[in-house]
C-alpha cells in the first residue's frame, strides 16, 4: 500500500510540471522519482521502515 | 593510463550522462525524460563532443523505468538523430530484483555498452543500492552472452578491490573499462590524492572515466584528461553549471568539459575512436 503521504500533483509553489509527479505531503515537495519508488511500495521497497519523511512524520 | 598518456595526444572519450535514476525535472527541468526528450538530449551532446551516452529510462511521471520497451524507444530516438553515437544503457536500481535490471540489456540491437555497479551505495537514511557479486555476475554473464560491453562502476576503493575478485569469476575483454566516481556518502573521497591512488590501482591495461558528483565534476573531469583518462559529465551527476545556476543542458556539460580538453591539447575521440579505444564491437 502506498505511503499516505504521497500525492501526485502538476504543480506546487514555484513548480508545475507537465504531468503529475509524486509530491510528499510530509514534507510538502515534490521527490525524487527514485524515492516515489519507495512511496509506491514498489518491488520489496516499504516507505514504513525505508523512508525518513515518513518515520519522522509518524514519530518513529 | 597516466600522465604518459595525456603527453602521447591519445584521444579522450567523453560519455554525457543524460538522465540517471534518482533526481529528476524537480531538481532541473532541463533535465530530459522523455524518449524524445532523451534523443533531442543526446543529439545536441554529440554535437558538443560527446561520443558515449548514458541512458536510464523513466516513465512519463519521470519515475524510473526499467522495461526494455522504453529502452528500445529512447535507443530509437537517439539512432534517429545521432546514429553513430555509443549507446550505454544503465543496469543500476536500489530496490529492484535482478530481472528488473536485466530488461535494458534486452534491447533490439543491444546495447554496445552497460552499466556494472561493483557494490553497494548508500541512499538516502535506511536504503542500500546492494549490488551483489551475484547480481553483478547474473547482469554481466547476459551483457557477454549478448556482445555489451560492461562499464564497471566504482563507487570507492573498496570496489577496486571487488573488480580483481570479480576479474577472477569473469573472464572480460580487454581493455576493462572503469568509472572511478568522487562525491559524499558512500563515494571515494573527491581528493586529488585519492583519485591518484584508485587509477594506480586499477588492474592492469584497464581504461577508466572520471565521475565527480556535484561541484567536483569540471575538476575530477579536468585531472581525468590530465591523467590520460576519459571523463563522463552530465546532468544525472551535476545539475549546476556553477555555483547557484542551474545548467541549461546536458550538452552545455560537454561542452564546457570539451573546451577544457581542447585547452589542455587533449583531443577527443570521435564515436569510431572510442569504439576503437574501448576495443567495441
Not at chain 2, 593510463?1 to 584521444?11: Q, V
Not at chain 2, 558538443?48 to 536510464?56: E, K, L, M, P, Q
Not at chain 2, 590501482?201 to 584528461?225: I, K, R, S, V
Not at chain 2, 573546451?259 to 577527443?268: K, M, Q
Request: net charge negative; glycine share 8%; charged share 25%.
Amino acid at each position: 500500500m502506498a505511503c499516505p503521504y504521497l500525492e501526485y500533483r502538476a504543480a506546487a509553489a514555484e513548480q508545475s510540471f507537465d504531468t503529475e509527479r509524486a509530491y510528499c505531503t510530509a514534507v510538502d515537495a515534490f521527490v525524487q522519482p527514485m524515492r516515489a519508488d519507495v512511496c509506491n511500495d514498489r518491488y520489496a521497497l516499504d516507505h514504513e521502515t525505508d523512508c525518513e519523511f515518513y518515520r519522522e512524520a509518524e514519530g518513529l | 593510463m597516466s600522465y604518459r598518456a595525456f603527453l602521447d595526444g591519445e584521444p579522450a572519450v567523453v560519455t554525457a550522462a543524460l538522465t540517471g535514476g534518482v533526481h529528476g525535472k524537480e531538481a532541473n527541468p532541463n533535465l530530459p525524460e522523455t524518449p524524445e526528450e532523451i534523443g533531442e538530449a543526446a543529439a545536441a551532446c554529440r554535437e558538443a563532443g560527446a561520443s558515449i551516452v548514458h541512458v536510464h529510462a523513466r516513465q512519463d511521471n519521470g519515475e524510473r523505468s526499467f522495461s526494455t520497451e522504453r529502452f528500445q524507444e529512447i535507443d530509437d530516438e537517439i539512432r534517429a538523430r545521432a546514429p553513430d553515437l555509443v549507446i550505454q544503457h544503465s543496469t543500476g536500481a536500489t530496490g529492484a530484483p535482478d530481472e528488473q535490471r536485466l530488461q535494458p540489456l534486452r534491447t533490439d540491437p543491444a546495447p554496445e555498452m552497460a552499466s556494472l555497479d561493483m557494490g553497494p551505495v548508500n541512499r538516502y537514511h535506511h536504503l542500500t543500492s546492494e549490488n551483489t557479486r551475484g547480481t553483478v555476475d547474473t547482469l554481466y554473464d547476459e551483457m557477454r552472452e549478448r556482445g555489451i560491453k560492461p562499464e564497471l562502476e566504482l563507487f570507492n576503493g573498496g570496489q577496486v578491490t571487488e573488480t580483481y575478485q570479480f576479474l577472477e569469476r569473469r573472464d572480460l575483454v580487454d581493455p576493462v573499462h572503469t568509472t572511478l566516481i568522487f562525491g559524499s556518502g558512500s563515494l571515494t573521497r573527491p581528493t586529488p590524492e585519492n583519485f591518484l591512488a584508485l587509477i594506480h590501482d586499477l588492474p592492469e591495461g584497464a581504461t577508466f572515466n572520471t565521475l565527480g558528483f556535484g561541484p567536483h565534476q569540471l575538476p575530477f573531469a579536468t585531472m581525468g584528461l590530465l591523467f590520460g583518462g576519459h571523463v563522463r559529465v552530465g546532468l544525472e551527476d551535476n545539475v549546476y553549471y556553477r555555483r547557484g545556476e542551474l545548467a541549461e543542458s546536458n550538452a552545455q556539460l560537454v561542452e564546457r568539459v570539451v573546451d577544457v580538453a581542447e585547452t589542455l591539447g587533449r583531443p577527443i575521440a570521435t564515436p569510431d575512436e572510442a569504439r576503437a579505444v574501448l576495443n567495441l564491437g
